[in-house]
């Protein structure tokens, strides 16, 4: 009993060890996220001289995410979660040091590129949020996970303030000055990746499965101890009835494409679905509303016109900063509330709460878009509601699923989100030109009413199987 009382500190130990690594990466991480998305859509007009290339930079940005999503959710799988979340944000590093070229170049073929690998990274800061889970007891798990998601907002919210400090970089480097923020995302992005490079050890996916592994109690064995630096420890009590079943790192290795086994899982259950389908939908309403919130921003302020060959400066661009910066507090700097109204309410009744605010976001932005003011604060609603079912969905979606299939579920799920997110970003650009703002934001409402809708049903269903 003692041993195995060691051994469980220990993991509490590392668990919170890992939140706290994973947050602090997010802080940095956060900043290249942040500046692409606030003046992407301006650039990606000036550069290309098209207003129809507006949502080009949130699309590729998406797509990226969504293409890299299955490839590291394989390599967590295969070799640790420390090992996706660096190659990860390699390569976002990778896509800011692009989009400084393409400022200096002129090339919007480089601006694409350096937005595919923001788009990466992105992915790779989403699938840190699963792993704040792989070691945390199933009360706690709304909480560990809404922790790593609220750490991205001190550098997603700074990221889109840096656009003035970020010209005098530019300017004191002896680049354009929109270039400069760029550098200074570059500078986060370098920070996160070693820090998780260094300090992400014992891996918290591995040790996950060398506890399951295991069996009863989840101690780990002395040569697997010896591995990831955990005190070993004597199995103390069976395993509960309904517990997943498991799997060990070189069968999960062994067994079929991540794709293929986590759609059949998902398929296999229905809170997976829910959850999954949350999360998708959720992300595609807020990257549409929020990829075309500068550009309306632009025109709100200096009046309707083309802009192609223009980009925004001084008034305008702190009034699309700022209200960017809103939108993303409302995304990351309420999760810890939404984290336990996820443990406490429960989990498909938070993500009945984060669809009500997508609504509610979209009404007052759209009815509200003759207004800045009004503009902004259905952003940080939109936030909120991207918040609320983002966490709540990743949450059902890490417990609907056993041991087995769990990595490559999620990486199905942040592929699906990522593309409902590109889908969003491109035709978000073709609803504005033809149904306006308002347009736009009522198909997000008609959205998000048909997922509050499902997930009421799920409830409903689940209810009366239980009383049953």
Known sequence: ?????????????????????????????????????????????ELSGSSAWAGAVATVMTLGAAAAALPLASLAERRGRRAGQVAGLSAALAGAVLMVLAVVSGLFVLLLLGSAGIGVGTAASLQARFAAVDLAPAEHRGRALSTVVWAVTVGAVAGPNLIQPGTAVGAALGLPPVAGPFVISGAGLLIATVILFAGLRPDPLLLARQRAAAGPGGAVPPSAAARTGVAAAA???????????????????????????????????????????????????????????????????????????????GDVLVIIGFTISLHIAGMFALSPVMGWLTDRAGRMETIM????????????????????????????????????????????LAESVGQEARVAVQGVSDMLMGAAGALGGAVSGLVLGVAGYLGLNLLGGTIGAAVLAAAVATRLSHRRSAAA
């Open 1 to 45: 009993m003692a041993r195995t009382l060691v051994m469980e500190q220990d993991v509490r130990h590392v668990q919170r060890r890992t939140v706290v690594l994973l947050s602090v990466a997010q802080v940095f991480s956060g900043l290249g996220t942040g500046s692409t998305v606030s003046i992407g859509s301006i650039l990606a007009v």
């Open 235 to 313: 199995p103390s009590q069976a395993p509960p009835m309904d517990a997943p079943p498991t799997v060990s790192a070189a069968a999960a290795a062994a067994s079929p494409g991540s794709l293929s086994r986590g759609l059949r899982a998902i398929r296999g259950s229905r809170t997976a679905l829910l959850a999954v389908t949350g999360v998708v939908a959720a992300h595609a309403v807020m990257v549409g509303v929020m990829s075309m919130t500068p550009l309306h921003l632009q025109h709100l302020v200096e009046g309707p016109g083309p802009h192609a060959g223009h980009v925004a400066e």
């Open 353 to 396: 709460i984060g669809f009500m605010l997508l609504i509610a976001a979209v009404a007052v932005a759209g009815f509200g878009q003759s207004s800045t003011a009004a503009v902004a604060t259905g952003l940080v609603l939109l936030g909120m509601g991207w918040s609320a079912a983002t966490i709540s969905g990743s949450t059902l």
